[in-house]
């Protein structure tokens, strides 16, 4: 079975920073795409922003520019630096990955159980 667990979500002031960190435990398996969604309240879930394995990255308008998505493939993370955060980034973060199991030729998905992340003065 696989986990992905996040942590580093927060309180902050607009203009700031925050730093999420997701790790993927298991074993059995390999990771095609990790990234990051959000959903603020009364909004339909966003995809952030992702990461290939080979170090490819999408990001949403919104955030490009602010925002920097890495990865470790050998320790199986992804993080995300917020810079300039605004308001408007206020919402749940959620984790995510496409994952291979061994012995199967199809991705799956997995998401984290979410951190708040919260943009006030």
């Known amino acids: 079975q696989v986990q992905l667990v996040e942590s580093g979500g927060g309180l902050v002031q607009p203009g700031g920073s925050l730093r999420l960190s997701c790790a993927a435990s298991?074993?059995?398996?390999?990771?095609?795409?990790m990234g990051w969604y959000r959903q603020a309240p009364g909004n339909q879930r966003e995809l952030v922003a992702e990461?290939?394995?080979?170090?490819?990255?999408n990001y949403v308008d919104s955030v490009k520019g602010r925002f920097t998505i890495s990865r470790d493939n050998a320790q199986n993370t992804v993080d995300l630096q917020m810079n300039s955060l605004e308001p408007e980034d206020t919402a749940v973060y959620y984790c995510y990955a496409k994952i291979r199991m061994n012995g199967v030729s199809y991705l799956l998905s997995f998401w984290g159980q979410g951190t708040q992340v919260t943009v006030s003065s």
């Open positions: 990461i290939t394995s080979g170090g490819s990255t």
């Open positions: 298991g074993s059995g398996f390999s990771i095609n795409v």
